[in-house]
């Protein structure tokens, strides 16, 4: 067994610390992580599989 963080532990850090706007857990992630991560960031969190694309952006400096 790896030693990866729980769910909780990643939500908990996610939801507080980070905050995502986008959060696309693979299935790597696990089932259980998955699950802790769409009920504690439902904003956030989208489904992810193969093939799918997403275009990110981030204020360019001197953007209010």
Known sequence: MGKG???EQV???AGSFLAPE???PGHCT???AQHTLAAALPD???QTSVG???T???PQA???
């Open 5 to 7: 963080l729980a769910g």
């Open 22 to 24: 986008l959060i696309a």
């Open 44 to 46: 956030a969190r989208v």
């Open 56 to 58: 990110l952006s981030a």
């Open 62 to 64: 001197g953007d209010a």
């Open 11 to 13: 939500a908990d850090a």
């Open 30 to 32: 696990g089932w259980r």
């Open 52 to 54: 799918t694309t997403y």
